[in-house]
């Protein structure tokens, strides 16, 4: 029986590429090195809800139809839609997000990841201040300060503590854990923040009064700095700013409870200007926890392609950006859009109440190897292969750097990549014809 | 009994292993609760398991009482999907950014119980 050997993992944006995957009659029959959210979705595609087939919604029931059926319905709605919000592309492979960027272009849609409910701030705070950075591989070497800032990687990047972290034992790490100071900055004692050397419990929605609270410290400006900030006490701000500049190199990770919290970008913003300033000390750097295994790789590919990361307006012909105006969400919310193609993340689940409001009045396009709540709102439902299983393709971690994924067994289902290349050729032919 | 909390929302290991499987029931008893201290819990007269409405200026939802000693006096916690966001704000504050934490919320105990994935996504086709 094959047993392949280092394949990558296409859940989480850690995207561990060091998963050993045994392959028996074209099923997986045992995984290992996987988390419990990798390891679901290995063994778990057997038992899960596929969408077994195409489907088009007719008299409110969805219906098998063929897949040339599917793809003309779907090029219809593109054809006659007068403003579409193409949305997602985040679990699927960079090869299938360029072609989604130039489905976008030709249909002059507004095309959005789903770092519009995710890093899409962190992104804004790097256009305002950069955005210092390191791979992984710098941070198992060298690290020896690490903070969890508004994230838990125990629960949704399971393995990353003993792969590029706290756990993991580098060349200038080799005691592992006993090497790093570890700090978790959160608004509730999770379960990374009971393995953690010192937890700072702040007031939720207070990030940036201890960020710039810690800058002032680090700048020598202690005296402007009061008794309490942030809910915490002036004494424990001064030792984790001790910790942070005493330190041979520093990482802070940082995940939703920064960019979805009070300030959103001006979070990531202000903390990039922290890491400026502690590199007047010592070396430090920022990683954002990235969620769908490749949103790091939709803000390359568009930005290469488009000069933008995400929530690019085609509307005018050209790209045009502006969050905040070109979100998905706040099209949504506007009632803008009178259809859309949702690909590889669900909106259904993930959007506030609003947006999902508006989704469910006008015609939806998914394309998914899962049924999941946007189906339940869909009009036309076009089953793909799942990248990293049946199908190859490149992903960026969440460092930006890019891996192969391989493709480990057969499927009937046409890939991500086939599917929007159907679509495209199916708009152009319909356009050509009226 | 109702009392005001914060609410906020996140990612939960089981949540994560119910991402491609949801319209199983494994993704509803992981996303389908709020948590709250014990303190809080008490307050309300609720048990592990009791239903709980959660309201904000956005909508309701009906959801199970869950205890998380981690969790400050005051703070609920949902962890993301379509139950949240039955509750969440949309506002993007001009950054695209929706309101996923720190949203205002009443919190009292129901007779009602939590509605199922496909149930819950109707309501918005009825609407």
């Known amino acids: 029986m094959p047993v392949i050997k280092d394949a990558v993992c296409s859940l989480c944006g850690s995207l561990c590429d060091d998963i050993t995957v045994t392959v028996e009659d074209n099923k997986i029959t045992k995984i290992e090195n996987a988390c419990i959210l990798g390891h679901s979705k290995f063994v778990g595609m057997f038992e899960h809800d596929r969408i077994e087939t195409p489907m088009i919604r007719k008299d409110g029931e969805l219906v098998p139809v063929s897949y040339e059926e599917a793809i003309e319905a779907a090029a219809k709605i593109l054809v006659n839609s007068k403003r579409t919000l193409s949305y997602g592309w985040c679990s699927t492979s960079c090869e299938a997000i360029s072609g989604a960027i130039k489905l976008a272009e030709e249909t002059g849609s507004l095309i959005d990841s789903t770092a519009n409910v995710c890093h899409g701030p962190s992104a804004l705070a790097a256009q305002e201040k950069g955005s210092p950075s390191a791979s992984l591989g710098v941070i198992k070497n060298r690290a020896d300060v690490i903070v969890f800032w508004g994230c838990n990687p125990v629960h949704a990047h399971p393995r990353h503590m003993s792969r590029y972290s706290s756990f993991s034992k580098g060349l200038f790490t080799e005691k592992g854990r006993k090497a790093r100071t570890m700090t978790v900055i959160d608004v509730r004692k999770t379960d990374t923040a009971k393995l953690a050397d010192k937890y700072v419990e702040i007031e939720q929605g207070s990030d940036l009064l201890l960020v710039t609270a810690l800058r002032s410290i680090v700048n020598g400006h202690e005296d402007v700095v009061p008794e309490t900030i942030a809910g915490v006490p002036k004494a424990e701000i001064i030792e984790l700013a001790e910790t942070l500049k005493n330190g041979k190199f520093v990482c802070i990770f940082f995940g939703m409870g920064v960019t979805q919290s009070r300030s959103k970008y001006k979070n990531g913003d202000a903390m990039a200007s922290l890491i400026s300033d502690l590199n007047q000390h010592t070396k430090a750097v920022m990683i954002g926890m990235r969620g769908h295994y490749n949103v790091t790789g939709f803000g390359q590919v568009a930005t290469w392609e488009t000069g933008f990361p995400m929530a690019i307006d085609f509307a005018k012909g050209y790209p045009y950006y502006n969050p905040g105006e070109t979100g998905a969400n706040d099209l949504l919310v506007r009632e803008e859009p009178d259809a859309a193609i949702i690909a590889a993340a669900d909106a259904g689940a993930h959007f506030p109440q609003k947006a999902v409001r508006h989704l469910a009045r006008i015609p939806v396009i998914q394309i998914d190897p899962y049924a999941n709540p946007t189906t339940e709102l869909a009009d036309v439902v076009i089953p793909s292969a799942i990248v990293g299983i049946e199908a190859e393709g490149t992903a960026y971690r969440m460092d930006a750097i890019s891996l192969h994924m391989k493709k480990l067994i057969d499927s009937k289902f046409k890939t991500d990549e086939e599917i929007v290349k159907d679509l495209t050729v199916k708009v152009r032919e319909l356009k050509r014809g009226a | ?127």
């Open chain 2, 1 to 127: 009994m109702k009392i005001k909390a914060n609410l906020i929302s996140g990612r939960t290991a089981n949540q994560g292993a119910h991402l491609e499987a949801k319209t199983h029931k494994g993704y509803f008893d992981a996303c389908a609760y709020c948590e709250l201290n014990s303190a809080d819990l008490e307050k309300l007269g609720a048990s592990e398991g009791d239903s709980l409405k959660v309201t904000t200026e956005f909508g309701e939802v009906v959801v199970f009482a869950k205890a998380n000693g981690g969790n400050p006096d005051g703070l609920a916690f949902i962890p993301m999907g379509p139950w949240a966001n039955a509750v969440l704000s949309p506002d993007t504050h001009g950054c695209g950014m929706p309101g996923f934490k720190g949203v205002p919320a009443e919190i009292e105990v129901t007779d009602e119980k939590p509605l199922d994935m496909k149930s819950l996504m109707k309501k918005y086709l009825e609407d």
